[in-house]
């Protein structure tokens, strides 16, 4: 069965700092990969989804990028972190199975900027 | 634009009893799922149900997409299913993207 992994759980960082979160996905193959960002227990919205290595789309412009370095590992990172970025993070993978493709979440990363 | 708009916003139950989420979505859609946001954030997956009716257990659904709704229907209500229930879809032509809505918040009281 295919397990979706995410660290850390929580993370408390200073504004300015770098921010490094990732994400894996067992027990499947050449998975769509998905961020989402939930602020105040509402409403996730979509950052960035991954078809392949290193094929990154942005949803909306903002202080974050992510990589896709091998084909079941996303990266979500921050150079400099504002106030703003703090949410819980969620990711989440589907298979390419047409016509459309049922999404999995990962338990998330809860991240306070101070 | 694409929206995702799900009623009521809030909702409290004594156990037992039964409740209807409603989800309208805007446009023809290739996937709808519905989540159930747990007290640790996890999303767990309740339906994935573009179309038709489906059940599992106390929670059913059903889609009906020429009319752009879905509705989750909760029977004989339990603690354990406080939490926020989100529908989600992926708009046709939309790229495999979910567009969630705001959810509804559940609480179920003994």
């Known amino acids: 069965s295919q397990t979706i992994h995410q660290w850390p759980a929580t993370l408390v960082q200073p504004v300015g700092s770098p921010l490094s979160l990732e994400c894996t996905v067992e027990?499947?193959?050449?998975?769509?990969l998905y961020w989402y960002r939930q602020a105040a227990g509402r409403g996730l919205q979509l950052l960035f989804y991954?078809?392949?290595?290193?094929?990154i789309s942005s949803e909306v412009p903002q202080n974050l990028s992510a990589s896709r370095p091998q084909d079941r590992q996303f990266i979500l990172s921050s150079k400099k972190l504002l106030l703003s970025d703090s949410g819980f993070y969620l990711c989440?993978?589907?298979?390419?199975?047409?016509?459309?493709?049922?999404?999995?979440f990962g338990p998330g990363t809860r991240l306070t900027v101070t | 634009g694409i929206q995702v708009e799900q009623s009521p916003p809030d909702l409290i139950l004594q156990e037992g009893a039964n409740s209807t989420l409603r989800c309208n979505f805007s446009?023809?859609?290739?996937?709808l799922q519905w989540f159930h946001q747990n007290p640790w954030g996890q999303l767990i997956n309740l339906f994935y149900?573009?179309?038709g009716t489906k059940q599992n257990g106390r929670l059913s659904a059903t889609t009906v997409a020429t009319e752009r709704y879905s509705l989750l229907y909760i029977s004989s209500s339990q603690t354990t299913d406080s939490g926020v229930y989100f529908c989600?879809?992926?708009?046709?032509?939309?790229?495999?993207?979910?567009?969630f809505g705001t959810g509804t918040q559940l609480k179920v009281e003994l």
């Open positions: 991954s078809v392949g290595i290193g094929q």
């Open positions: 027990g499947t193959s050449n998975p769509n």
């Open positions: 989600a879809a992926d708009f046709t032509g939309g790229g495999n993207k979910l567009t």
């Open positions: 989440a993978w589907s298979t390419k199975r047409e016509p459309s493709y049922e999404q999995y």
């Open positions: 149900i573009p179309s």
């Open positions: 446009d023809s859609v290739n996937n």
